[in-house]
């Protein structure tokens, strides 16, 4: 059972573009992580979110946590071939000692 | 970055071989995990360990068993390799009150 969907599966857009990346369920999740996975390696943790509503920055890259806990979203602004990879949100349910993960969003960046 | 490494990072086997998987940390961690990875699906939990000898199933257990006879090792084996094993596997490590996951480089495996 995927408990997180994610969309789009795929994106392939020019360099200087935004774009967003939604991650959804309808489960209540503790909290909320994105990871970026570039080929040949494990994936690599951008930002954790706890707080419903929450909104993190990390340089060009802006993470929102649903207000009820169940969605989240990833925005690139002024996009570079350097974000180019696949992007994974991960859930934990409260108690849990396992992380739940989404199918992924496979972003290509052309220069 | 984490002390994680995973052996072999490849490995070729026919069907009906056993295959193991080893997965060392440095962090001294209390939690570890397998994960499966594979086109459409996405990362799959196999299996994870919460302490020495402490181990639970995840999702896509069937077919694969775990064992952590010390804090540092995680070992994966497949008892009887099949095709649908064919994957990418990733071991990753969890420190206690911490919510992030540190993922090794993971381990390629065809099953022939």
């Known amino acids: 059972t995927q408990l997180l969907e994610q969309s789009p599966q795929f994106l392939s857009i020019q360099e200087g573009e935004n774009l967003t990346v939604y991650c959804n369920s309808s489960s209540v999740f503790s909290s909320l992580q994105w990871y970026r996975q570039e080929p040949g390696e494990g994936p690599v943790l951008l930002v954790t979110v706890v707080t419903g509503g929450e909104v993190k920055k990390l340089k060009r890259l802006t993470f929102q946590f649903g207000d009820a806990r169940k969605d989240s979203s990833l925005h690139i602004t002024a996009a570079q071939p350097g974000d180019t990879g696949l992007y994974l949100c991960?859930?934990?349910?409260?108690?849990?000692?396992?992380?739940?993960f989404g199918k992924g969003t496979k972003l290509t960046v052309n220069p | 970055d984490a002390g994680i490494t995973q052996s072999p990072r490849h490995k070729v086997t026919e069907t009906g071989t056993p295959v193991t998987l080893r997965c060392h940390q440095t962090?001294?961690?209390?939690?570890m995990y397998w994960y499966r990875q594979d086109p459409g699906h996405g990362l799959r939990l196999i299996h994870y360990s919460y302490g020495v000898k402490d181990t639970d199933k995840g999702e896509v257990s069937d077919g694969y068993s775990v064992s952590r006879s010390k804090t540092e090792d995680f070992l994966l084996t497949l008892e009887s390799a099949t095709s649908s094993q064919t994957s990418v596997y990733f071991c990753?490590?969890?420190?206690?009150?911490?919510?992030?996951?540190?993922f090794g480089e993971g381990s390629r495996l065809t099953v022939l």
């Open positions: 990753a490590i969890r420190g206690s009150g911490r919510r992030e996951l540190f």
């Open positions: 991960a859930g934990e349910t409260g108690g849990s000692e396992k992380l739940v």
């Open positions: 962090e001294n961690h209390r939690y």
